[in-house]
């Protein structure tokens, strides 16, 4: 059974923003009537997003900024909602705050075309990000919304179909040298970060440096859990499909398209862990300078391994504990978690083995054999 919005304009913003939750998200479906006697003739399971109700339906109050056809700096009135701080806040709704406004605003990076101080390599810093400053960085808040809808909606209308869901665990692995990174000169610098941990030791041979056998104990490990890794190569010239380079919009994600690429697996932070577009469910990157949905796929990472190579050395038992409630995070929400790892970041060789330890107790810590399902 579809559900029906009442919308007294639709929005290229609104359309995008309640397909992304309604349809990809809680695998629903929805449609839009501006109309107000067809909405309320409709016997549909029906809600309304505007100022005011249409009659006793749920009703979530907007805020203008899904109304908007320009870029510029949105008033952000912030509220407490559970335990958390959200914006866009409004009142007398269903909601004290206009959800479908705050997942636009984080799912569309609108904070990234507005101006900012980049970090000391020419990039956004996640501490510019309203989801740091409101400590919601390492949850993917809009799916947790998108759930708490599903809730809210079944219990007025208990037919209403969802689609099943279940949680996702994707490695992504870069397995070629990218020279002229600049993020700490990540490829320059990794195996002496590695000898530097007291407990590797040098490697013995060219061969073991340049991380033969890696394929190998990759293979072992997905296949005992029944993975499904992205892997990147050296990609083609003057095609931006690579594992790291970092994201400046909307440069980025013009030239990918214009490359005729379609997936972009690059939409996390280097400097920290979490959910940069505030969602753990892959989504159509929304152009906001032609304000249109394209075809240009994102695919949100929560890790990248790069943020171990900031520090001399790292606790194992440490990152663990953090990494693991991200992906406990992603599981309660049958989400998708990405998580990027370096070639360089597992090597065979030394005593330790560190990157690789990491890697085998992530999965079996967090993830289930098939026999156990």
Known sequence: MKLLVYVPILTPRIKYVFNFIFTDILKAQAGFSSNVQEFKASPLPKISYSEMPVGDEPFFKNSDFLLAH????PTLK?????????????DNSSLPFDVFAAAFYFVSRYEEYLPFKADAEGNYPPEASLQFKLKLLEFPVIDGWALML????LKRYPKLHFGQKKFE?????????????????????AVNFLRNIPFISRPRSAAQAKGSGLSLFLNEQHEKYQLAPVYFFKPSAGVDLICDRQI????????????GVLKDYRMGYETTVGFRAGTCTPFFWYDLQLEKTTHLQIYPIAINDIILLQRRTFNIDET???????IENVKLLNGHFYILW?????PEFGKGKVGRRLYTQLLSNFLSLPNDI
């Open 248 to 259: 400046t919009f909307p440069r980025s994600y013009l030239q990918l398209l214009k490359s």
């Open 70 to 73: 320009t870029i510029s700096p």
């Open 342 to 346: 370096h070639k360089e970041t597992l």
């Open 169 to 189: 665990f994707t490695p992504l692995i870069c397995m070629y040298d990218a020279p002229g990174m600049s993020s700490f000169n990540i490829f320059k610098h």
């Open 150 to 153: 599903k809730n809210m909606l």
């Open 320 to 326: 663990i504990e953090q990494w693991g409630k991200l």
């Open 78 to 90: 912030t509220t407490t909602f559970g335990d958390m701080i959200v914006p866009f806040a409004v």
